[in-house]
Nanobody, 123 residues
Framework: QVHLVESGGGLVQAGGSLRLSCAAS????????AAWFRQAPGRDREFLAA????????SYGDVAQGRFFISRANRGNTVWLRLSDLEPEDTAIYFC????????????????WGQGTQVTVSS
């Protein structure tokens, strides 16, 4: 069993940056791929970025390319998402997810999800 807790969200002005953290508990997490998604009111959940269990393989969604950066502690239980050049359109709840299967998590399917952290970008 894996438990995920996100933190680091908040209110930021357009053009600003934030670093989101996902703290995981459970031994299985070190074997899991991890990913970040977001969901804004009235919109579908959106894939942002994923990182494999080793931390060497990553994948980014179109919206995240060049602005967001995913990383994880080596054999540790934390995954981060660095958000840069934020825009009001980035306002959403940001979720961390984990799964043993790389393909599943890229498709938005994950065994484990956090509760999310709110990011609000003011203009």
């Amino acid at each position: 069993q894996v438990h995920l807790v996100e933190s680091g969200g908040g209110l930021v002005q357009a053009g600003g940056s934030l670093r989101l953290s996902c703290a995981a508990s459970g031994r299985e997490f070190t074997d899991c791929a991890a990913a970040w998604f977001r969901q804004a009111p009235g919109r579908d959940r959106e894939f942002l970025a994923a990182i494999d269990w080793s931390g060497t393989g990553t994948s980014y969604g179109d919206v995240a390319q060049g602005r967001f950066f995913i990383s994880r502690a080596n054999r540790g239980n934390t995954v981060w998402l660095r958000l840069s050049d934020l825009e009001p359109e980035d306002t959403a709840i940001y979720f961390c997810a984990a799964d043993l299967n790389w393909g599943r998590i890229l498709g938005g399917i994950a065994a484990y999800w956090g509760q999310g952290t709110q990011v609000t970008v003011s203009s």
